[in-house]
């Protein structure tokens, strides 16, 4: 569930890479790559420089890909390596996917996510997000079952001056293989509270009890404070899964463990939060990320993956050093 740092979700790992807006191609390079028609509709088509790919057709495991570098496109082109032949991806359509991406100019792999036991991810097919684009434009037309490989130009991926902090210097395209999952209905309206029985949490977890108003009491069991990041699921939900970046609706309580106070409660306050995943501490996104609507986290955060790095809260309920423990109820997305 909690993602290697190298494979963070496209949607988180392109915003907060600064993406620009996908621009028109030079004449230059669109007189030599001969790719100014390689969209239709809106959706990526072949060309002869992802042609040149040789791309792994195991679906089971993340896609290897070979390739004489650097390549050069002027837009994003698209070539399916397996057909799935299962629902086709519309505009708006939320696609469960798994998938690696590469350093177009020198092969090596960026990251990958959805294999070995990890969570796939689930990107939105909106156009009118002003980066991952060319990710957009690969998915759109795609197939349920398919597995599409696609060489995105800069402009349509990162931007035009790369991402240096994944070896992408300025102008470098990038080379995105998707498994096409599922595409995941609309979202449903929030859960009022979960169903279901709260499961035991493991050995090292708070007990978490409910008092008569529906609000959480939590007992920090005695002993040293953890220093591990930790998540126990105590309610599995049958919704959808949250995604990174996604809008989500919760209800949250949050202990610091080395005190025993509550710093934060949406049940305290009587309404449930609203926020996007990747607006919040990385301890707390990693824990409901891959988690479905419905579900209850148990999430233990050591302080690097906390307020740590921020040298604790401003109102001084979080020091720098601290643990803290938070309940979760996942209520829906938007």
């Given at each position: ?178 498994d ?12 009022e ?27 920090i069991?005695?002993?040293?404070v ?34 025993g ?17 990747s ?48 309940v ?7």
């Amino acid at each position: 569930m909690k993602k290697a740092p190298l494979a963070l979700g496209l949607v988180a790992l392109f915003a907060l890479s600064g993406c620009q807006a996908a621009s028109e191609p030079t004449e230059e390079v669109a007189a030599s790559t001969g790719s100014e028609e390689s969209l239709v509709d809106g959706c990526a088509q072949s060309g002869a420089t992802v042609e040149t790919l040789t791309i792994s057709v195991d679906v089971s495991a993340s896609p290897s890909v070979e390739f004489e570098g650097p390549l050069e496109v002027a837009r994003t082109e698209k070539t399916t390596v397996v057909s799935g032949g299962g629902e086709t991806v519309e505009e708006l359509d939320r696609v469960q996917v798994a998938y690696a991406y590469f350093n177009g100019a020198t092969g090596a792999e960026i990251g990958h996510i959805g294999y070995d036991g990890e969570s796939p991810d689930v990107i939105p097919a909106d156009t009118s997000f002003p980066f991952l684009t060319g990710v957009v434009y690969t998915l759109l037309c795609s197939q349920v079952g398919d597995r599409v490989a696609a060489v995105i130009p800069a402009e349509e991926a990162f931007g035009a001056e790369g991402a240096p902090e994944y070896g992408l210097e300025a102008g470098s395209p990038v080379v995105f293989v998707a498994d096409i999952l599922g595409i995941q209905p609309p979202p449903e309206p929030a859960l009022e509270q979960l169903e279901g029985e709260q499961a035991e949490a493991p050995a090292g977890f708070p007990s978490v009890e409910w008092d008569d108003s529906g609000q959480p009491i939590v007992a920090i069991p005695e002993g040293e404070v953890p220093t591990d990041y930790a998540v126990a699921t105590v309610i599995n939900g049958e919704g959808a899964m949250v995604y990174d970046g996604a809008n989500i609706i919760v209800h949250y309580h949050g202990v610091n463990w080395n005190t025993g106070e509550v710093f934060d409660s949406s049940w305290q306050r009587g309404e449930p939060a609203s926020f996007p995943t990747s607006g919040v501490i990385p301890g707390f996104r990693d824990g409901l990320v891959g988690q479905t609507v419905g579900s209850r986290v148990f999430i233990t955060i050591p302080p690097a993956l906390g307020y740590g790095p921020s040298g604790g809260t401003g109102d001084g309920r979080i020091g720098a050093e601290d643990t803290i423990f938070f309940v979760v109820d996942i209520l829906g997305l938007q």
